[in-house]
Nanobody
Framework: QVQLVESGGGSVQPGGSLRLSCAASGDVNSLQCMAWFRQLTGEERRGVAHITIGRDKTIYHSSVQGRFTISQDNDKNLTYLQMDNLKPEDAGVYYC???????????????????WGQGTQVTVSS
């Protein structure tokens, strides 16, 4: 079992920045892919960024490429999402996700991820 806990959400003006954190515990050595998904009310979760554990290979949704950065601190079992130049359309509930399979097999499809955090709200408005 893997437990994921997100933190770092909040409210920011357009153009601002936030950094989300995801703390993993439990059977973390079995994991290969960490990811961040965003969800709006009534919509499916959409993949924002993915990172292959131990290799730092990343995959981004085109809408956040160049503005968001996913990274890891393997020693502390932490995954970060640095979000810069935030736009109103970036708002939503952000979920940390993890899976034992490689990112190439699960990226972007929330149904394929086995482990989820509770979510953290991000609001972008003036």
């Amino acid at each position: 079992q893997v437990q994921l806990v997100e933190s770092g959400g909040g409210s920011v003006q357009p153009g601002g920045s936030l950094r989300l954190s995801c703390a993993a515990s439990g059977d973390v050595n079995s994991l290969q892919c960490m990811a961040w998904f965003r969800q709006l009310t009534g919509e499916e979760r959409r993949g924002v960024a993915h990172i292959t554990i131990g290799r730092d290979k990343t995959i981004y949704h085109s809408s956040v490429q160049g503005r968001f950065t996913i990274s890891q601190d393997n020693d502390k079992n932490l995954t970060y999402l640095q979000m810069d130049n935030l736009k109103p359309e970036d708002a939503g509930v952000y979920y940390c996700a993890a899976d034992r399979r490689p990112c190439a097999l699960v990226a972007g499809n929330y149904r394929r991820f086995s482990n989820w955090g509770q979510g953290t709200q991000v609001t972008v408005s003036s």
